[in-house]
């Protein structure tokens, strides 16, 4: 697992993803961070690059979102009895694999065609018993997708980036008293944005 990999798990079947790679970009760039910060020097560049990041970050896993697109690994125990599968983070974009391992920890992959893609409700539906069951008693199950807004930017929504602004904002004016990322409380207008975004736990 690479530094920067997360983790976030579910109490459905055993299920976590896997960050495999992350954003090629970030919601916001740094010239719009200092020119929101009014900050017109280059010094603190390097730290604002990391509250970008740190606040992207922290907005997704508040949200269980995904903003920009970035690859995914789901692992399970075994197929949803109910044949339907939500993914997080959302919103699911595509299915870029799938495989089943046997006791032997040998990998079957398996027909994309086999899921249904319900994007709306980022989620993957499919007949449970017309697929492969793994043999392998934990995460015998790999599905690869990718999730997120877009490419760009301009693809997340603007309430989320305007969360990342002020989270960006708060942290900077705050950073000689906590550790960047160890916020347990949003500062209320962050939360109020985020909330309609929020996605509950599976």
């Known amino acids: 697992m690479s530094p920067g990999a997360r983790i976030l798990s579910t109490e459905r079947n055993n299920m976590s993803s896997l960050l495999l790679i992350a954003p090629a970009v970030e919601p916001l760039s740094l ?15 390097d730290v604002i690059l990391s509250l970008i990041s740190a606040s992207r970050i922290h907005i997704e896993a508040q949200t269980r ?10 692992a399970l125990d075994a197929w949803p009895a109910d044949g339907r599968l939500p993914v997080r983070p959302a919103p699911l974009r595509e299915v870029t694999a799938a495989r089943v391992f046997d006791a032997a920890d040998n990998a079957q992959s398996i027909d994309l065609q086999a899921f ?5 409700n980022s ?3 499919f007949a449970p018993w017309t697929l492969a069951q793994p043999g392998r008693f934990a995460a015998g199950i790999e ?28 942290w900077y004016e705050n950073r000689g008293l ?14 109020t944005l985020i909330a309609p975004y929020r996605l509950l736990s599976l």
């Open 116 to 120: 249904v893609f319900a994007a709306g």
């Open 178 to 191: 906590a550790a960047v990322g160890t916020v347990t409380v949003l500062p209320t207008t962050v939360a």
């Open 143 to 170: 599905i690869d997708v990718v999730c997120g807004y877009g490419d760009a930017a301009a693809d997340v929504p603007e309430p989320l980036r305007q969360a990342i602004r002020l989270l960006i904002a708060h």
């Open 31 to 45: 010239a719009e961070a200092k020119a929101f910060l009014r900050v017109e020097h280059d010094d603190d560049n």
């Open 65 to 74: 979102r995904a903003l920009i697109s970035q690859s995914w690994r789901i």
């Open 123 to 125: 989620a993957l539906a």
